[in-house]
């Protein structure tokens, strides 16, 4: 980790969340409604926010087009997006600019025109190449059009293309795992993330495993796996740099992302998009109706804010630290806490090491692949011994 402390004149990260999908998948608790028409009146309540958040002191260097179902966008909409970040966050020229787009919703015409726009990183939610995993997971492509959007981006000439997995399903055998990831490796991305299934409250997938309508994976298979991904995605030359996150090189690790996980300012817009910018840290409404409702009467749609403590923040350097291969740099834990971290856990940092869960050399410490499966387990011990 690199904690970048915050001033004046460091550049920051900007994510639009467009909240907006054609259906909602099975198993996705991130903000989104199918009322598409309602998009027209999202755009003009956007250009708002960005306008009221608008500084004179910000420069950007990454932005970010997330959702939701960003590529439901016209182009010219979301050129309009684009216009207005840079207008009103000194957007670099030489900005990471990221897109998602989802295979349902990719035509190599439209890739083209965003690529015109600046986009430079085009991030596809593939999710599988296996067309039951996509049903269950009720994605409204299949595996074919998931090909087709990763032929169609390449057409549209982004060099650097992400592709999103998810493994962890239902009788989801080490094979058919393999057979997925050796599908997104003859891609050649330049980004692999690869998330754990997970059963959020409130969606129909969280419903039916408490319906028992199926059995969720057991915690050792799914441990095999994460196990499994590391090392194959390690033998094809990707490196591991996050938890859930490969990049073919360092250059291509997601610049933005990688604000969230060093405490970098980033401004986040749209519905239930966070913001940070130490030592506040702030969030909007996860509704629509809220976020309109604030903007049209001319008041930025936060939800709430918070002032982290010294504490909280000693307490998310641990864990988004840990979150990441280059782990905490000792110097800069020094510099952020005036603390050594060796000498402040000493403790549990020796039983974590007998354990095989984290390594040490003189610069920092990080988790070894065993000690990722462990992640929240460790933070929280180490936690306990903060004053
Ligand atoms: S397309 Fe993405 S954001 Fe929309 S419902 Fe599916 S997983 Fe969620």
Redesign the pocket.
């Known amino acids: 980790m690199q904690i970048s402390p915050t001033n004046q004149s460091q550049a920051v990260g900007i994510y639009v969340h467009i909240p907006f ?1 054609q ?3 099975n ?2 608790d ?1 903000y ?1 409604v199918t009322q598409v028409n309602r998009l027209p009146d999202y755009l003009n309540a956007l250009k708002k926010e960005m306008y009221l958040c608008r500084t004179g002191d910000v420069r950007a260097d990454t932005l970010y087009i997330g ?3 960003p590529s439901l966008l016209t182009p010219r909409q979301m050129g309009d997006i684009v216009d207005w970040a840079a207008a009103c966050f000194n957007l670099e020229a030489s900005a990471e600019m990221t897109l998602e787009v ?1 295979p349902a919703t990719a035509t190599t015409r439209d890739l083209q025109d965003y690529a015109a726009f600046g986009f430079n990183r085009l991030n596809i ?1 593939v999710q599988s190449f296996n067309d039951a995993n996509l049903k269950f997971l ?3 492509h299949n595996a074919a059009q998931a090909l087709e959007a990763v032929k169609a981006g390449k057409e549209a000439g982004f060099n650097n293309i992400g592709l999103d997995l998810i493994f962890g399903l239902p009788d989801q055998t080490t094979s058919s795992w393999k057979s997925d990831l050796l599908q997104a490796i003859r891609l050649a991305p330049k980004h692999l993330a690869c998330y754990m299934l997970s059963y959020e409250e409130h969606t129909p997938l969280h419903a039916d495993l408490q319906a028992r309508r199926f059995e969720a994976l057991s915690e050792l298979r799914t441990a095999d796996l994460f196990r499994m991904t590391h090392d194959f995605l390690g033998a094809a030359g990707y490196e591991h740099y996050e938890i859930s996150n490969y990049a073919q090189t360092p250059r291509w690790r997601s610049k933005h992302n990688q604000k969230y996980w060093n405490f970098a300012p980033y401004i986040g817009l749209g519905p239930s998009a966070h913001g940070c910018r130490l030592p506040m840290r702030w969030w909007n409404h996860r509704s629509l109706d809220g976020y309109l409702n604030d903007l049209g009467q001319g008041r930025l749609p936060r939800a709430d804010e918070e002032h982290l403590s010294e504490e909280q923040q000693m307490m998310e350097a641990l864990y988004l630290g840990l979150r990441q291969t280059d782990g905490i740099v000792f110097k800069e834990f020094q510099k952020r806490f005036h603390s050594d971290f060796k000498l402040y856990f000493n403790k549990e940092l020796d039983r974590f090491s007998v354990e095989g869960w984290i390594e040490m050399d003189s610069e920092r410490c990080r988790l070894t692949v065993e000690g990722m499966l462990f992640l929240d387990h460790i933070v929280d011990q180490l936690v306990d011994m903060i004053d």
Do not use: A, I, L, Q
Request: aromatic content about 12%; charged content about 20%; overall charge positive.
């Open positions: 999908c259906s909602k998948c198993y996705c991130f989104s959702g939701g179902t989802n939610g009720g994605r409204r």
